[in-house]
């Protein structure tokens, strides 16, 4: 399956967002310390077979494999220093052979990318593929190579890397033709993400929409498709991301990206002043189950929210308070999170205010009162809530002091209500 990165960080998207993986930190210098070279004595190596390279993929010397296997579950477990020091043994060691130490290099360079040291990743990959240009795994370390680029902020010569993946696919002998075309095709894919992340949302289009029409995993095809959408709306191509997103649901409706690839529709319906669509594609996404995403109900969550709040924001910005009404119900309704259901339903009682159905606002505002009550003191409860509480007294009381108003205008502008004749005997004051 090809290697799909996180979802946009853009508006975009997405994320994406979602949206929420943190970089591995780097590590500084390993320590000075070294394995014992004499500590195991290991057979020596034929001098023709260390110079032709010739070896077979597992060395024939069991301490190699060893260390090798070592140095990959170090660095599975994030001790990157051991694991180097494994690496170089490999490397620094004259009995080990030039298979071994091929291993080792690619194994250093995936340790160093894994660990967030980009700049010695690069440079290993670097060293690789232009002292063993035969070798088989020339392609990994090409596609590698890019996504190190790519991550260092060096688009150009990332784009030039995936490239690379491609021409050196077309050199290789027949043997794995299905490893090498998969790589051709991820490296396809990485073309289209670059371009994307450079922000030449054209070319990310294009490549997209050639990537998902290829022979792919269906989740990558899926993705391709949905990321085709993304590029079109950041070009500014609402009509067309809006065509690209509705087929992207309709024929992926189970993918892990329709969540959020319905909040962009919904967007791209409100740019296109097609308030009603976009009201309906919201309602959709908020009236939708997890079902089919099981295992990734808190991703729909966090897209429903995201999509009616700024819908609802808008409509109510916009004075549509009834459709600001409906959105800001379904988001209620969402969670019994005090944190979150609490500032909606004020946003409710604000809507109701504006209709002036003042028994519906008050009867919010104390829905808001009495849960805030019942929240545990300890731990205290977040300071926003606090000011929530506040705020929702204040306008009871604007709520009461306009009953109040209201009532004595009513009475005193009520038909058959006669003003008072003047007293004789206290006239009023002259103006």
Same mark, same amino acid.
């Given at each position: 399956?090809?290697?799909?990165?996180?979802?946009?960080?853009?508006?975009?998207?997405?994320?994406?967002?979602?949206?929420?993986?943190?970089?591995?930190?780097?590590?500084?210098?390993?320590?000075?310390?070294?394995?014992?070279?004499?500590?195991?004595?290991?057979?020596?190596?034929?001098?023709?077979?260390?110079?032709?390279?010739?070896?077979?993929?597992?060395?024939?010397?069991?301490?190699?494999?060893?260390?090798?296997?070592?140095?990959?579950?170090?660095?599975?477990?994030?001790?990157?220093?051991?694991?180097?020091?494994?690496?170089?043994?490999?490397?620094?060691?004259?009995?080990?052979?030039?298979?071994?130490?091929?291993? =080792?290099? %690619?194994? $250093?360079?995936?340790?160093? @990318?894994?660990? /967030? &040291?980009?700049?010695? #990743?690069?440079?290993?990959?670097?060293?690789?593929?232009?002292?063993?240009?035969?070798?088989?795994?020339?392609?990994? =370390?090409? %596609?590698? $190579?890019?996504?190190?680029? @790519?991550?260092? /902020? &060096?688009?150009?010569? #990332?784009?030039?890397?995936?490239?690379?993946?491609?021409?050196?696919?077309?050199?290789?002998?027949?043997?794995?033709?299905?490893?090498?075309? $998969?790589?051709?095709?991820?490296?396809?894919?990485?073309?289209?993400?670059?371009?994307?992340?450079?922000?030449?949302?054209?070319?990310?289009?294009?490549?997209?929409?050639?990537?998902?029409?290829?022979?792919?995993?269906?989740?990558?095809?899926?993705?391709?498709?949905?990321?085709?959408?993304?590029?079109?709306?950041?070009?500014?191509?609402?009509?067309?991301?809006?065509?690209?997103?509705?087929?992207?649901?309709?024929?992926?409706?189970?993918?892990?990206?329709?969540?959020?690839?319905?909040?962009?529709?919904?967007?791209?319906?409100?740019?296109?002043?097609?308030?009603?669509?976009?009201?309906?594609?919201?309602?959709?996404?908020?009236?939708?189950?997890?079902?089919?995403?099981?295992?990734?109900?808190?991703?729909?969550?966090?897209?429903?929210?995201?999509?009616?709040?700024?819908?609802?924001?808008?409509?109510?910005?916009?004075?549509?308070?009834?459709?600001?009404?409906?959105?800001?119900?379904?988001?209620?309704?969402?969670?019994?999170?005090?944190?979150?259901?609490?500032?909606?339903?004020?946003?409710?009682?604000?809507?109701?205010?504006?209709?002036?159905?003042?028994?519906?606002?008050?009867?919010?505002?104390?829905?808001?009162?009495?849960?805030?009550?019942?929240?545990?003191?300890?731990?205290?409860?977040?300071?926003?809530?606090?000011?929530?509480?506040?705020?929702?007294?204040?306008?009871?009381?604007?709520?009461?002091?306009?009953?109040?108003?209201?009532?004595?205008?009513?009475?005193?502008?009520?038909?058959?209500?006669?003003?008072?004749?003047?007293?004789?005997?206290?006239?009023?004051?002259?103006?």
């Amino acid at each position: 399956m090809i290697f799909r990165p996180p979802v946009p960080r853009n508006v975009r998207c997405a994320v994406c967002a979602c949206a929420a993986l943190l970089p591995l930190r780097s590590f500084g210098d390993p320590p000075a310390a070294k394995f014992n070279p004499n500590a195991v004595v290991a057979p020596a190596v034929p001098a023709a077979r260390q110079a032709t390279g010739t070896e077979p993929a597992l060395s024939e010397l069991p301490e190699a494999n060893g260390l090798l296997h070592l140095a990959a579950s170090l660095a599975a477990k994030a001790d990157y220093p051991t694991s180097e020091i494994a690496y170089r043994q490999i490397l620094n060691r004259p009995e080990f052979s030039l298979a071994d130490k091929k291993s =080792a290099l %690619l194994g $250093l360079a995936h340790m160093y @990318r894994k660990a /967030g &040291a980009l700049t010695k #990743a690069a440079a290993i990959y670097e060293k690789f593929v232009a002292q063993y240009p035969d070798d088989s795994r020339i392609p990994d =370390a090409f %596609l590698d $190579l890019g996504r190190t680029l @790519r991550d260092m /902020g &060096a688009n150009e010569l #990332a784009l030039n890397r995936f490239y690379s993946v491609i021409n050196s696919t077309l050199k290789l002998p027949a043997q794995g033709f299905e490893h090498y075309t $998969l790589l051709a095709k991820t490296a396809q894919f990485e073309i289209a993400q670059t371009y994307y992340e450079a922000g030449d949302y054209d070319q990310a289009g294009k490549f997209f929409s050639r990537v998902r029409l290829l022979d792919l995993a269906p989740a990558d095809r899926a993705r391709a498709h949905f990321m085709a959408g993304c590029a079109q709306e950041n070009a500014g191509d609402l009509v067309g991301a809006v065509t690209t997103l509705r087929n992207y649901i309709e024929e992926w409706p189970n993918d892990e990206n329709v969540p959020e690839a319905r909040y962009m529709l919904a967007t791209a319906l409100g740019a296109l002043n097609r308030t009603q669509d976009a009201m309906n594609v919201t309602l959709q996404l908020l009236r939708a189950e997890h079902k089919q995403s099981r295992g990734d109900s808190r991703r729909w969550s966090y897209w429903q929210r995201r999509a009616g709040n700024q819908l609802a924001n808008t409509f109510f910005e916009n004075g549509d308070i009834v459709n600001a009404l409906t959105i800001y119900s379904y988001l209620a309704a969402l969670s019994q999170d005090p944190a979150w259901r609490l500032p909606i339903l004020y946003q409710v009682g604000l809507c109701y205010d504006r209709m002036f159905q003042a028994e519906r606002a008050r009867a919010t505002y104390q829905e808001i009162l009495d849960v805030a009550a019942g929240l545990p003191a300890s731990p205290p409860p977040p300071a926003a809530i606090g000011e929530l509480t506040q705020m929702a007294k204040w306008r009871m009381n604007q709520l009461g002091w306009r009953d109040d108003i209201n009532h004595r205008l009513t009475t005193l502008l009520a038909p058959g209500v006669s003003t008072p004749a003047p007293d004789p005997g206290n006239p009023p004051p002259s103006t």
